[in-house]
C-alpha cells in the first residue's frame, strides 16, 4: 500500500508548512466566475423569488382558511372526510384488475377445496362400504346381532344399522333384561282385640 502511495499526488493534499494555503486551493473549471454586474443581477433574482415564494405562501394559506369555513359550513366534518376518502380507496381497490385478480383466484380455489371435499367425502363412503362387505365385518355384525338377540326379551330382525341404532338411543340406565315387576305385598295390620 505505501509503495503505491509514493508514486500518487493526493490532490486534497495539506499545504507543507510556509506554502500559503490560499494559493494551493484550485477554482472548479465547471464553475464560471461572475462579473460584478451578474453578481448583482443574480441577487435581485433571487430577492424576487424569494418574495414570490412569500407571497405564494400566504395566498395559500388565505385560500386554506377560505377552504376550511366553507367545509364548516356545509358540514364537513374531518370524520366525514377520512369516511368518503376511505369509501373512495376501497371503490378504487375493487375495481382494480389486481383485485379482481385475487377474487377470481380465491373464488376458483374456494371451488376446487369444495370439490375436493365433496371427493374424499365420496371415497370414505365408498371406503367405509367397502369394509361393510368384508368377511371379518360381517362376522362382526352377525356375533353383536346375536348378542342383541340374547340380550332382549323380543327377537329382533333388524340389520346391524338397526342395532347400532337402538344401542344409541336406549337409556343406559335400563337393565339388560327385563326384571318382572314386584307385586307388592299387602301388609295386615293387626286388628286389636
Known sequence: MEEADQGAVRPDSIPEVGEDA????????????????????????????????LTLSQVLTTKENQL??????????????????????????????????????????????????TNMGSAISRKFEDVRNTPTFKSFEEKVETLKVKMSPTVSQGDFGDVLTSTA??????????QPEATPIAIQEEQPQ
Open 22 to 53: 490560499v494559493t494551493s486551493v484550485t477554482v472548479s473549471p465547471s464553475i464560471p466566475t461572475l462579473t460584478e454586474e451578474e453578481q448583482e443581477e443574480l441577487r435581485g433574482e433571487l430577492l424576487r423569488v424569494e418574495d414570490e415564494i
Open 68 to 117: 376550511a369555513d366553507i367545509k364548516r359550513k356545509l358540514g364537513i366534518t374531518p370524520l366525514n372526510e377520512l369516511k368518503q376518502n376511505l369509501s373512495k380507496s376501497w371503490q378504487e381497490v375493487t375495481t382494480s384488475t389486481a383485485y379482481k385478480k385475487t377474487s377470481e383466484g380465491l373464488s376458483m380455489a374456494g371451488h376446487k377445496a369444495t370439490a375436493a371435499f
Open 169 to 178: 338411543t336406549s337409556d343406559p340406565s335400563v337393565v339388560m333384561e327385563k
